[in-house]
Every structure is written in C-alpha cells, then in structure tokens.
C-alpha cells in the first residue's frame, strides 16, 4: 500500500505556455488532497467492513474498532490513492489518449458503489472455499475495470498497482509489521491482489474525472440558474 | 443484410410503434403500469415488516420442551411455528414481580418510606432463591446447577463492574445496587440518587441500568418521591441455561407459600418465547450509510443530467421511482414463486439500484430530446426510443449475460443477490418501457407547449441577426452599427458571467438552493421523529399496545390460541393460583373493589384517591416485560458478550410475590438522614398531604411525570433549533454581500466580464497589444487567409490584402470610380489593360511611402504598385479633405506606434469632417437609391434590418470619391476565396471576378449569370460558385505559363510555406466555367464547403447535396434537417457535418450518405461548425459553444460566449480552442474544457466584441472587432505545437 510514496507524480510535463499560465501546480494540490481524504475515509469504512466479521458482535466502543487497524494504514492508503489518481490521468495525458469512455461522476459513483460491493461481498458472503472467493472476486474486478474503465492502460496500471500492493503486504507481514487475522496463502488473503486491482481501477477513475471536472458541482450548478 | 441487422431492424420497428402507443395513450398505459406495480408489490404484505422489533411465539406452559435441534418433520404445518424456533433458546428468563406495598399508611411516615423497606426486602428474597434447593428422587438440584452462569462482564463496562454479577448465576434485582449487601443498603441515606446514578442523561433510546436491575419500566417501579400510589414494584430476574422443571415449579410454589398474592389473577400458563431480529451496529451502520451516500450520489450525478425538459424534478423523480418499484416488483415476484429473501434487504439494495442503474432512462431521455423539436410529440417519442432501442437491448442482453455468470458462482448469497437483479432488469426494463416513456411523453407535450407560450420574446430581443440567406458570419457584422456600440456592448445581467470569489459563489449556491432551510427542516422531522418514537408516552408503546393487542398472546384473542386454554387450569400443578375462568377476565377495577378498605384513612384522602391502594394482579401484569424497551433482553445479554441476533430467549411466566409491609417495618428500616434532608418537618396537614397531593395534579401523577420531561426536551429542541436558525443567519448575514442579487460589486465591474470556465475558474488573464490593422471604413464582413495573405473585406466594398506576419496593407482593392460611369458589361480586357496602365503609372511613389519595410524588393520584373487605382480617382476629387487624404505624403509620425500607416489613413479620413459628409449624403439618399434590397439573398424578418445600416453607411464613399461605393454597377461583396496570390470575389451582383492579391490588379472575370453568389470554394485551380437562385457554377482557372513561385512568399525565420500554388503575376490568368448545375437546390444556396474531393452544398431547401469535385456530379441528397442549412463543415477524412436553422447538428457518412448521428444543439440556429479529430464544435445563436464528441454524439459541455460574439471560434490545433469576448480572446483546452488564457487586447477595443476569428497556419490569430483586425500573435501557442 506504500508503492506510491517512491513514485511521486511530480509537475507534470506540460508546455511552457499552460504551467506559465493556469496554476496548476495548485490545481494538482487540490486533486492530492481530495483524493488522499477520499482514500483515507474508503480505507476506514473498508476495514470496517472486514473486521466486523470477527470482531464481537457488540464492540464496547465503536470508534475504537474504526481505528482499530495499525494507525498508519489509513494514511498509506489515503497516499497510495492520492497518487494513483493522480497517475492516471497523467499517463492519459502522456500516452496522449484522453480516457473518454464514460466520463460522468454518476458513472464514477457507480463504480465506487460497485468497489465497496465487491469489499462486501468479500467480507460477508460465506465462500465454501478461498479459491471460489479468489475467482469470484477476480471476476467481479475485471468486469468493474471492463464496466468503467475499458483502458488498456488503465488495466495496465491496475494489475501493475496490485501487484506492487500486494507485495508489499507480503514484505510487511513476513517482517510482522502487519498481520491478518486469518491468513490463507502464504501468510496473507487471496483476495488481497483482487481488491487493490479494483482499488486501482476505482481511485484512478475518481482521479480521471477530478482531472477533468475541477470545480464543477458549484459552477454547472450558477450555471443552470 | 445480416441476421444483426435484421434484428436492428425489427427491435427498431417495434420500438418505433411501441413509442408511438405510449405517446397516444398516456393515461390508460399509466393506469395499467401502476396496477401492474400493485399487483406485482402485494406479496409484499405477506413479508414482515424489516426492522429489528422481536417476533413472539407462545407455547403452552405444559408438557412444554424444547425445540429439536432440526425441524424438517414440521414442513407440512407451516403456519404452527415459526421458522427460527429450532432448537433450544440462548436463556429461560424467570422474572419474579415483587409488589410490595406498605399499608396501612400513617401520617406520619415519609415519602422514602414508600420505597426504603420494600426495597430492603429484596435482599431477604434474593437468598430465599439462592439458598432453593430442589430434592427429588434424582437428587438434589440447587440453583446454581439450572441457571444461566456467566463468567464476565465485557471489558468496556468498567462502571457496571459492582452493579451486574460477574460470575456465577444470573440472578438480578435492585439490590445489585447495593452489591446485594443489606448493610450497605441501609446506610445509604439517598437510594434514589444511588439508583439514578447510571441514569444517562441524554434521551434515552435503550434500556438502562435501573430498568436492567429493576425489571420493570421506570415508572411503574413506583420508587420516586412523587409517587402517588405507594406502591413499589420490581422484579428479581433469573436467567435459567436449561429448562427444569420441577426446579421452576417447586421455586414458584415456594416464593408463591411464603408471601401469597391474594386477589391474583395470573395464570402462568403459557411460555413466550422472542425471537431477535440481527442487529444492525453502528460498526455495521457506518458501512451501510456510507453505501446509502454513495447510492444518492449516483441518483443524484445521474438525475441531473436530464436536460432540455419541461420538469427536470418530475422526470428525475419519475426515474428513482421507476427504479424503486422494479426493485419492489422484483422482491414480490420473487415471493409470488417461493423464494424468500434472506439476504439483509437494506443491504444489498443500494446494489441492486447501482446494478440496475438509471442508465437507460437518461439515454431514453436524451434521445427523445435530441429529436427535432418542430415534430409532433408522438413521432418524437417513437423517434428517440427507436434509435436508442438498439444500444438499450444490447445493454440489457449485456447485463443479464453479467448476472448469469454470477448466477453460476454457485454461492448462496450471489446466487440470490443475482435472481433478484435478474427479476429487477426485467421488470426495470418494463417500467421503463410503458410508465417512464409515457411520462417522459406527457412531459415533452408540456414543453412543446410551454415553448410555443415563450419562444418568441427571447428572439425578439436578439440582435438583428438572422443569417437566413447567406453564410452566418456575414450577418454577424452588419449587427453592429458602429455609430452606438454601447447598445450592443451592454448585456443584460443574466447573461454575464460573473466572476466572484469562491467563497460568495459557495454561498449563492447554498442560497440558492437553500440548503441551510432544507437541513434545518429535515433535521426538525428528524428530531420531532426521534422524539415521538422515543418519548416514553409516545408512538412506540402505542405500536407495542397495538401489537399486544393484535397478537395472540393478548387478552382479548386468547380463544385461537393452540391450546385450549380451558384444560390448562384444571391442570395445573399449583394449588396456590387462584384462577379465573379465561373467558371471564376480570378487570383490575373488579378486585380494587373487593380489596379490604383501608382503615385510617382522612376523610381527605378519601376524597382525593378514592380507590384503596392496594395490591392487585390483573393480566396486564403479566405483560408487563412487553413495556419494557424492546433492547432490554439484549442489552442485558451483551453485556455478557452473548447476542441474541437471529436467535430467541423464552419468557417464563412471572411468579408474583406479594409483600405487605405494616408502618412499624417501614419505620425500622428508615435511614436517620431520610426525615431530615428528604423531608423537612411540617405540620400534620400539609405533612400529610405531602408531595402527592402538591405537586402533580391529575390524577395519572406519573405520566404528568412523564409529559413534563416530553415538554422540557420538546422546548430544549426548539430552542436549539432557533439558535440554530439565528447562527445560520448570522452566518449568511456575514458571508453575504448587502447587495445580493446585484452582481458584483463595483470595482470589479470593468473586469467582471471575464469569461470564465464553465466549471468556474478563471485563470490569470494577461493583456497584450495586438497588431491592429486598420483600414476599413465599415465593418469586416469576410475574411479569408491562406496562412501568408490575409484578405479582409468590408461593407463598402473594399477588400483589403494584408501581410499576415507583419500585418503590412499589402494591397487595397478598392472599386475604380469609372466604374459608375463606364456602366455595367464593358469589355473586360479593355478595362484590365487600363488599369494596368494607370498602375505603372502613378503607383511607386505612394507604395514607397507607405510601407517602409519592402519585403517584396527582390521581386524580379518591378511590375505594377499597390493602389493602382488612385491616379484615376484623382481626378474625381471634388473636395479638399480628400483630396488630402488621398494625395496624403508619407507620414513619419504615426499616431499609434504599433499602428500600420498603410491603410490608416481611411480612419482619419472618417474622423475628419464626418457630419458635413452625412448631410450631403442625406441630401443625396433620395436621388441615388443606391441598391435594391432585392438583390441580397431573400432573408424574413430581423435580417432585413442590417440594410438600414448599409445606407447609414453609405455617405462616406460617396462623398470622397477615392473610396467609391459602386453598388449599382457590380453589387457589394459577399463572399470571398484566397489562394495562392489570388483572390476570388464573388459579387451580389453575379459577377466573379479574380484578383491578383499582391498588385491588386483584376485578372479576369466572369459575368454570365446575374443572380448573387452567395458562396465560394477556390480549390486547385478550380473554382465553385454558390448562386442565390440556387445553381451551381464550376469554374477552372487556366493560366498561360507555368506556376513559379515567387520569392518573396517564402519569408524565413517562418517555417510553414505555403503548399498551394502561387501564381506568378505574369501570367495571365483566364477563367473558363466549365460546368453549371442549373438547379442544385430551390432554394438559395447558404453554405459551401469542399475537401477531399468533395464539394457539399447546404440550401434553405433543408437538403444537403454533395458533388463530386471532378465531374461535378451530384452524389446525395442528404435530407434530416427541419430547417434551412446554415452551415456545413467537411474535412479530408470526408466528416461531414451540418447544421440548420432548427438548431440541430447533423453527421453524415459522406461515402455512404448516411447519417450518423443527430444532436439537438442550440435553441435558434447553429451559426458555426468545425470539427476537430475527435470532437464537433458548434455555435448557435444562443450565443453558446458547444463541444461534442464526434463518435457518439454525446455534449461533452458547452462554453457561454458574450453577446454577439457567439461565433467567433477557432480551433488552433486538435486541442486548443480560441474564442473571442469582449475585448479578448479565450483560450481552451479542448479536451477538458478548461480556460486556459484569456488574453485582452488592448485597451481600445475593450469595448468592441470579436465578431470573428480566423487561425492562420503560424499561429496567429486575426480577430475581427468591427471594423478593424487584430493580428495576435501566441507564440506560446507555437511552441506548444512544436
């Protein structure tokens, strides 16, 4: 979850004419920080929703068990999604082929809604074995990217970005920084790789359309009036 | 035709006729919808009610034993039990009700003594259970061995550590308040503040420590000093692991031998087992809520996207409700056929809406608006859900391939979760079909007819501009009159874009949609529902009343209850119940009246509490755990880390205990503080009266008790509420401007104006002077560049040839003066050599004055001059300013440095002696009725209008002949081409003429045709003329030598040469019509494009036709549009585009001929078109830019321009945008629209809009602000695209 600390996105290569005009470094700042509070907020309610498999049915204190998770995993996540969100739209903008497939927040509201599904269904369906789960969640990923993303490069940096998590889960639960309550294979879940591709794919989407829309909501709404 | 196609084809057919029925009979098809939705919802009813409220069952006390662990043999009686009664319960909950009263009541005790003794007494009651030892055959059975044991409080309950037992049975009762110590009782001296220590103190929502210990509501345990009755009830709570019983029945026989209930009326009958529904913790709610927020977001970004309707909330709401009632349908069917849903219907309903989704409505939507307008509502209908019907078949085939793989996961939960969405697709896509399309048609009725109502002000207060029978741009300039500008220059305010601070434009939008109104008003409900449902008087005790006395378990239904309750009592093993016969219950009132008077009472309190308090046992007794917070059972058990969610504890009938206490006990047991602090000594009368008599009133002394704490929550909440509303107010008062409503404030008056971003942001604007090139007396009517020459012509007829790096006049073009008099039709070799003539003669010295910089020194053969014509106007002059202006030396200083002298001086010229000019020509007006409106294209309405401005106009030329207006003779100019250096006019007159751009000398010309040409194409060397009388005209250029490029073109340090050919301008250049399309259209001809090989022509006909270049064969008739053409746009990758006066945007296949998609763009006409690779840019006359994208026709958003400059657009590169304002220009990244740069120019033209934009090769643009160009050079641009 840490990857995205070594890869800062950095300013982005523009031409001198838009970095000399428009501010954009602010406008990056902006996006950063949005992003790193929407990570940190899914993050929360995401543990949330995995730990409340096992914990007591009546937590004697709720807030306790919202931070109940290693303090430091929420900000990394917040990290990592600031900086993937921010990746995608400046690989768009590299590559040269703007995302245009479903560009719409009501499209990106449907997707976060589909990610928080698939957490679900992970943490509260009863699996008769961890491979079904695996593969159940492996295709409820892909059909996520194949609904709202259709990028290769967006898939690129999917699988790239799961990858690079899950072995960083690896290192730090084998360094016992970190630990899973129950472990199936090779000391951490299955399903870990599946659900930060569809991290990926989901803060990469809500990054494209931050990129895209700034300020939208106040302005479109002055401009109805 | 392929099978595919075929199947287009139907499933268009059959929504085309489907759309058809729903727009003809709305009603009858909503009717029949709705009761579809009834009929499909009322399985529901047969479904419990979702909540987490507890389930009772009751079993008869007898033979009573648990449930086997598995209850496969009871399938066949379904109705006998309930499905969750399998196996043993978690706890037996034995509840022994202790009323305890102390009678007779002498005056002289206190209130404490109401509650002190009886309460002392529940120590003693405790060990008698304790110490209940069971010897049978079977052996002894003491308590400890039946109860429930627990082993440890939750380790958060620190508080609770000496209130609740921490090992060994569960046994409770009021005496845990005291550690079940007696001694500690007895010195307390305040048991009701030791009671109400752990009270919260906020509105209570659960069950709290004094009702736990106490096990019975809080105000009928009757320990408070202002109790009425005296009477004192709690219960000691036992909590059995197992069912024994013989231990129950001798502990009940006991308890009921040592203090005997006399007048009891209990029948201890049956057993009550509850049932708990999962809980929903806050651990799980924060989840759910977060999916709920995430659910309306999507709503909420969807519904809003439903645009140019006639209620943009009815449709919204018509989609949600659409989609909930699929989703109900869905649940109903699927309860209708046998499954029943098991999932968390809370849960996995906000996916199910994602998964369904309001996609295809806002398509639908879309489609049916983006039909033209002017067709009636039903062919529109059927139009746009026939053209949609294919994508939206293909989605739901899609969708429902998706769910069947889930289908296949072969896990219970997705498997459910799948069958549902299945049935929800379906029954969504049925809904969407007959109620939503026929809500969307009673909508667009509405429209049509509010349109009607308000179509016409907005274009009457229009700027005169509707280019009806010639290219748009044409009319943009003759709106101005350049004598008013501020009439034109001034907008209306709702026009503007302001640009305020982000904090005011956060609180106009909160304003707006008074959001602070609407919180407040929703978190009033909110809190009045909290209250109504918590209050302990309130809604909730009603509902429990309701459902006692609905439920079987109540008194009045108790003959359907499975057993027959007439054989229990015969039965029965206790022979210490007095039973009443179950049909004859006796109210309480019955056995208050059989009850021993109470001897010493005063005459007062007879009179006061007429009926004795004495102790009574009525059925409702029996009952009383139901008045208990439904919470109770579980809180009590979570305690101990034991959840009852999903699972059921079994209620054992209450042993009634009864205890009569007389004064003396009661005295005994007094603590030496009570008769001070609680009871300040008074005389006997008021002593006596006490604090039951003073302080409540009524009769019911508890529930005033109760209402007043109501009223005191009631009035805190309104008075939070006011504050609320005041900080808020407070608030708006602060952050908002006196003048809301006026925008802006005035020092950013001069700069509000700035157009910014749709999304609102403007960035840094930067101010750079621009080349100005100044020249023309009149407004700019055409403007043509070939990336080196920038040609421009006005009103008057002057064409002006511009250096477009420098901005050098080249060349003016002005009409000879002998035009008027050498007459129409003369020879025109005769005239050319003339011309040529005069040239050499009197063209060097001016040329050499004027533009100091020759670039075109090198030229070989030194040919004629700029401004051949002057000697021969010379001669014409009959004034002194003229002949000043023309015979004007070379200026050294002129006024504005970066002004060109080359063409500066006609400004001058006006400014000079302007009046006594008009009043000439005023004179004149009625002798020489110039030209005829009749000879312009046949425009209705406001387009005629610009012609008063053309006579307004007039007078300068006419009174110095050097800038001679000829109208009669030639006609004005209405279109233009450059290429190369040569210029082709196209005249109203009919007359084509081609120019040399550089010497300014007419190289041949062509008169055959007398009707206008409207527009022109100069491809190759081929030349094609748009006539107003609707023909063709194919002209080829032939030149007698060969092509040489001429040197000075190639200017260097400017890497772009120009590709097309140069003609040498010693050639000459003859101009044959090779072809002519007598009738290419009925109508004139407004819009000419070529590329490609293609030339497409738009009429006023409503048709396109396109031709091949070579043979001048017509390919297609392109028809689609409702409105004449306006403007046609076609490049090399043969796009073709089009829009009309019905402002509608049409793509076309040019191959095929076919139209690929149809956007509804602009409310009034579509002015411009241009296309880029991946995106079509429009604008109409409502002064909007709209970018949209190529392949699927969807808006990707739109640009407000300034008035009048609506388009004036150009594309820089494939995703730069350039648009103009007033008094600058705007740059746009074309693929996010965002404003990049606005950059004025100057100050003058501040307050002149640009009318037009032309994008020369080397990145320069050329703006058009009336009269005057402005050249704007942006090299960043040029290093953007380098």
Redesign the interface.
């Known amino acids: 979850m840490t990857e995205g600390e070594t890869e800062s996105p950095g300013p982005e290569k523009c031409?001198?004419?838009?970095s000399?005009?428009?501010?954009r470094s602010v406008n990056l700042m902006i996006r950063g920080v949005v992003l790193f509070s929407i990570g940190v907020?899914l993050a929360l309610?995401?543990n949330?929703?995995q730990i409340?498999r096992n914990?007591?049915?009546?937590?004697?204190?709720?807030i306790a068990?919202?931070f109940s998770s290693a303090w430091w995993v929420p900000p990394c996540c917040g990290t990592a999604s600031a900086v993937i969100g921010l990746l995608y739209p400046c690989i768009d903008k590299h590559l040269g082929e703007?995302h245009?497939f479903k560009r719409?927040?009501?499209s990106?509201?449907?997707c976060?809604?589909?990610f928080?599904?698939i957490n679900?269904?992970s943490a509260?369906?009863?699996?008769?074995n961890n491979i079904?789960l695996s593969?159940?969640l492996a295709?409820l990923s892909i059909?996520l990217w194949w609904t709202f993303d259709r990028s290769r490069s967006g898939f690129g940096l999917g699988v790239g970005i799961a990858f690079l998590a899950t072995l960083v889960t690896q290192l730090l639960v084998y360094n016992g920084v970190y630990q899973y309550t129950s472990p199936d294979f090779l000391y951490v879940r299955s399903w870990l790789p599946c659900i930060f591709f569809a991290g990926g794919i989901t803060m990469g989407n809500i990054g494209r359309q931050l990129?895209?829309?700034?300020?939208?909501v106040?302005?479109?709404?002055?401009?109805q009036? | 035709m392929t099978l595919t196609e075929r199947l287009r084809e139907k499933i268009s057919r059959a929504f085309y006729n489907h759309g058809l029925l729903c727009a003809s009979y709305p009603i009858p098809i909503i009717l029949f919808t709705g009761l579809c939705i009834l009929a499909c919802c009322y399985p529901l009813l047969k479904l419990p009610l979702p909540g987490t409220g507890p389930v009772e069952f009751t079993t008869p006390m007898k033979d009573y034993l648990p449930p086997p662990v598995d209850s496969d043999h009871k399938q066949g009686e379904p109705n006998d039990q309930p499905e969750w009664y399998v196996g043993a319960p978690v706890a037996y909950i034995q509840q022994i009700f202790v009323k305890s009263l102390v009678s007779p009541w002498p005056k002289n005790l206190l209130a404490v003594d109401v509650f002190r003794s009886p309460l002392s007494r529940a120590f003693q009651l405790v060990e008698e259970i304790r110490n209940h030892v069971l010897r049978d055959s079977s052996g002894t059975r003491s308590l400890e061995d039946v109860c429930l044991q627990v082993t440890d409080l939750l380790p958060g309950l620190k508080k609770l550590r000496n209130l609740l037992p921490e090992h060994g049975c569960l046994l409770l009762s009021p005496g845990n308040f005291w550690q079940n110590d007696r001694e500690r009782f007895h010195t307390d001296p305040d048991i009701i503040g030791t009671i109400h220590q752990h009270e919260p103190k906020t509105l209570q929502t659960s069950a709290t420590l004094k009702d736990l210990l106490f096990g019975v509501p809080g105000k009928y345990s009757g320990v408070s000093l202002y109790t009425r009755k005296r009477m004192v009830s709690y219960t000691i709570t036992l909590v059995f692991q197992r069912y024994h019983a013989k231990f129950l029945g001798s502990l009940r026989a006991r308890l009921m031998l040592l203090h005997p209930s006399p007048n009891c009326s209990l029948r201890a009958e049956s057993l009550v087992h509850v049932h708990f529904k999962e809980e929903i913790g806050i651990a799980e709610l924060i989840p759910l809520v977060t999916t709920y927020i995430i659910l309306f977001a999507y709503i909420y970004f969807s519904t809003r996207k439903i645009d140019m309707v006639k209620s943009k909330w009815g449709l919204a709401l018509a989609a949600v409700v659409t989609v909930l009632s699929s989703l109900l349908m869905s649940v109903g069917l699927c309860t209708l056929f046998g499954l029943t849903p098991t999932l968390n219907g809370g849960e996995i309903f906000p996916y199910l809406v994602v998964v369904i989704g309001l996609e295809n409505v806002l398509v639908l939507t879309k489609s049916v608006v983006s039909t033209p307008v002017d067709l009636e509502v039903k062919l529109r209908i059927a139009q746009g859900l026939s053209s949609e019907s294919w994508s939206i078949m293909k989605n739901m085939a899609t969708e429902l391939g998706i769910i069947l793989i889930g289908y296949f996961t072969l896990v219970p939960a997705i498997q459910e979760f799948c069958l549902f969405a299945v049935v929800g697709l379906v029954s969504d896509f049925f809904l969407q079909m007959l109620f939503f399309t026929t809500v969307l048609s009673i909508d667009i009725r509405r429209m049509e007819l509010a349109d009607l109502n308000k179509r016409l002000p907005p274009e009457a207060c229009l700027p005169p501009a509707k280019p009806v029978g010639r290219p748009a741009r044409h009319e943009r300039q003759l709106a101005v009159r350049p004598s008013m500008p501020h009439t034109i220059t001034l907008q209306p305010s709702s026009f503007r874009n302001l640009r305020l601070p982000k904090r005011l434009r956060v609180v106009y939008f909160l304003a707006r949609t008074r959001l602070a109104q609407r919180l407040i008003m929703a978190g009033t409900v909110v809190w009045i529902g909290i209250l109504v449902y918590t209050d302990p008087a309130g809604l909730r005790t009603y509902l429990t009343a309701q459902v006692t006395e609905q439920s079987p378990l109540g008194e009045g239904a108790l003959a359907p209850m499975p057993v027959p309750s007439g054989v229990l009592p015969a039965s029965h093993p206790d022979p210490a119940f007095s039973i009443f016969p179950p049909d004859t219950p006796k109210p309480a009132e019955n056995q208050t009246s059989t009850g021993e008077p109470s001897g010493p009472m005063g005459p007062a309190e007879g009179v006061h509490d007429s009926p004795v308090p004495e102790v009574t046992w009525g059925p409702e007794d029996e009952e009383l755990w139901r008045k208990l917070s439904f919470r109770h059972w579980p809180t009590l058990f979570s305690y101990y880390n034991i959840t009852l969610a999903k699972r059921y504890i079994s209620l054992l009938p209450v042993i009634p205990v009864t205890l009569r206490l007389n004064p003396r006990e009661a005295l005994e047991g007094r603590h030496p503080q009570d008769g001070r602090s609680a009871w300040p000594p008074q005389g006997p009368g008021p002593a006596r009266s006490g604090l039951w008599e003073t302080n409540p009133k009524g009769p019911g002394g508890a529930q005033a008790h109760g209402d007043v704490t109501l009223y005191k929550v009631g009035a805190l909440g309104l008075a939070a509420g006011i504050v609320l509303v005041l900080l808020l107010l407070c608030l708006y008062r602060v952050f908002c401007p006196r003048n809301y409503g006026q925008p802006g404030g005035p020092g950013r008056r001069k700069r509000g104006e700035l157009p910014c971003d749709d999304y609102g942001y403007a960035p840094p604007e930067t101010e750079i002077v621009p080349l100005v090139l100044r020249g023309h007396l009149m407004d700019i009517e055409c403007l043509a560049s070939d990336g080196m020459l920038l040609v421009s012509c006005c009103l008057a007829g002057h064409v002006c040839v511009w250096d477009a790096q420098t901005g050098d006049c080249l060349t003016r073009i002005p009409q000879p003066g002998q035009r008027q008099d050498s007459g129409v039709g003369s020879v025109f070799e005769a005239q050319e050599s003339w011309e040529r003539l005069s040239d050499g003669g009197k063209g060097g010295p001016e040329e050499s004055g004027d533009s100091p910089p020759l670039r075109y020194r090198p030229q070989g053969p030194p040919p004629p001059s700029l401004f051949g014509d002057q000697p021969d106007l010379t001669c014409l002059i009959d004034t002194n300013f003229s002949a000043q202006l023309r015979l004007q030396p070379p200026e050294p200083a002129q006024p504005e440095p970066r002004h060109r002298g080359g063409c500066g001086r006609a400004r001058e010229s006006l400014g000079y002696d302007f009046s006594r000019l008009v009043q000439r020509v005023y004179q004149e007006e009625g002798l020489a009725p110039v030209h005829s409106p009749a000879l312009r294209p046949p425009s209705p309405g406001p387009v005629l209008l610009p012609a008063p401005e053309e006579e307004g106009g007039l007078p300068p030329e006419k009174g110095s002949p050097s800038l001679i207006w000829a109208p009669s003779a030639d006609g004005s100019i209405w279109s233009l081409e450059l290429q190369g250096n040569l210029i082709v006019v196209g005249r109203s007159s009919g007359r084509l003429e081609v120019w040399d751009a550089i010497e300014g000398v007419l190289r041949c010309s062509s008169e055959e045709v007398s009707s206008g040409i409207t527009a022109l194409v100069f491809l190759d060397k081929r030349i094609v003329a748009a006539r107003l009388n609707g023909s063709l005209d194919f002209f080829s250029l032939e030149t007698h030598t060969a092509l040489s490029p001429l040197q000075f073109r190639g200017t260097p340090g400017r890497g772009s040469a120009p590709t097309s050919p140069v003609y040498s301008s010693s050639d000459t250049v003859a101009c044959h019509l090779t072809h002519t399309v007598p009738c290419a259209h009925q109508k004139p001809i407004t819009a000419l494009k070529a590329a490609a090989g293609r030339l497409v022509t738009g009429s006023q006909d409503h048709t396109l036709r396109v031709f091949r270049l070579e043979d001048s064969c017509c390919l297609f008739t392109l028809q689609g549009h409702s409105g004449a053409i306006t403007t046609v746009y076609i490049d090399q990758t043969m796009v073709l585009a089009s829009g009309g006066q019905d402002g509608a945007i049409c793509l076309w296949d040019v191959l095929t001929g076919s139209r690929v998609s149809h956007m509804f763009a602009h409310r009034g006409d579509v002015t411009s078109l241009t296309c880029t690779t991946s995106c079509v840019i429009s604008s109409g006359l409502d002064d909007l830019i709209s970018i949209w994208d190529r392949s699927t026709g969807i808006k990707l958003y739109s640009i407000q321009q300034d008035l009048g400059c609506g388009a004036s657009l150009g594309v820089i590169s494939d995703n730069l945008l350039v648009t103009g304002g007033q008094g600058c220009v705007s740059f746009w990244d074309l693929n996010y629209g965002d404003l990049l740069q606005t950059v004025y120019l100057g100050k003058n033209s501040e307050a002149q809009p640009a009318r037009q934009i032309l994008v020369l090769d080397n990145a320069a643009i050329v703006c058009n602000f009336g009269s005057e160009l402005s050249l704007v050079y942006v090299p960043s641009v040029l290093e953007k695209l380098d």
């Open positions: 031409g001198p004419y838009i000399s005009v428009t501010s907020f309610v995401l949330l929703l409340q914990v007591t049915l009546f937590p004697p204190d709720v068990s919202i703007p245009k719409e927040w009501s990106v509201m449907r976060v809604a589909v928080v599904g679900h269904a509260k369906v009863d699996f008769d079904q593969l159940t295709a059909g990129a895209l829309y700034e300020c939208k106040i302005a479109e709404k002055s401009h009036e």
